[in-house]
T-cell receptor, first 114, second 114 residues
Framework: DAGITQSPRYKITETGRQVTLMCHQT?????MFWYRQDLGHGLRLIYY???????DKGEVPDGYVVSRSKTENFPLTLESATRSQTSVYFC?????????????FGDGTRLSIL | AQSVTQLDSQVPVFEEAPVELRCNYS??????LFWYVQYPNQGLQLLLK??????LVKGINGFEAEFNKSQTSFHLRKPSVHISDTAEYFC????????????FGQGTILTVHP
């Protein structure tokens, strides 16, 4: 089925480890986004991408790395995980960044860092 | 820069009562406004959106919202809530110059009691 899928859905890791969260969309949307959701903060933008090989920082990019070699995939990597990065991470996509189209969200990855 | 403020972090209400979830935004340019709903352990689902035209917007599940430019508000309403409306609700704003990026409010947890 067409859509946006995130994997894994749940992940537990230790501080200092590298962890990669995957995001895959089947619509060939140009724009993709990574958000983190924390109580009292809503969703905050980590990184976004306007097309393959084009990425840019959002509101809270420190400690994260992204890549986009293919239009359909937008992985998010925590190079050396810290407890403050414990959160729920959402990936989203949209076809046209300028128009009033809504973003489509994945079901999220719940990441716990011990 | 744009920002969104959801004035209530939690709203408890009894079943079949009306509800209003408040949202104020700030932006120096014309905006598009959205309300999303998040059920437990799920991603965000679009409830409704305002792009232009009529200031009263109707969405799914009986929700509606009114855009008020002079008060920079976009409050969400439902005349009679159900237990199944228990969820977290997010207001979001996007301007045409922000390449599709959404700015979210902090979220409002709506709890419907029997």
């Amino acid at each position: 089925d067409a859509g946006i899928t995130q994997s894994p859905r749940y992940k537990i890791t230790e501080t200092g480890r590298q962890v990669t969260l995957m995001c895959h969309q089947t619509w060939s949307h140009s724009y993709m986004f990574w958000y983190r959701q924390d109580l009292g903060h809503g969703l905050r933008l980590i990184y976004y991408s306007a097309a393959a090989d084009i990425t840019d920082k959002g509101e809270v990019p420190d400690g994260y790395v992204v890549s986009r070699s293919k239009t359909e995939n937008f992985p998010l990597t925590l190079e050396s995980a810290t407890r403050s990065q414990t959160s729920v991470y959402f990936c989203a996509s949209i076809n046209d960044g300028g128009a009033g189209q809504p973003q489509h969200f994945g079901d999220g990855t719940r990441l716990s860092i011990l | 820069a744009q920002s969104v403020t959801q004035l209530d972090s939690q709203v408890p209400v009894f079943e079949e009562a009306p509800v209003e979830l408040r949202c104020n935004y700030s932006s120096s340019v014309s905006v598009y406004l959205f309300w999303y709903v998040q059920y437990p352990n799920q991603g965000l689902q679009l409830l409704l959106k305002y792009l232009s035209g009529s200031t009263l917007v109707k969405g799914i599940n009986g929700f509606e919202a009114e855009f008020n430019k002079s008060q920079t508000s976009f409050h969400l309403r439902k005349p009679s809530v159900h237990i199944s409306d228990t969820a977290e609700y997010f207001c979001a704003v996007k301007s045409g110059t922000c390449y599709g990026k959404l700015t979210f409010g902090q979220g409002t947890i709506l709890t419907v009691h029997p």
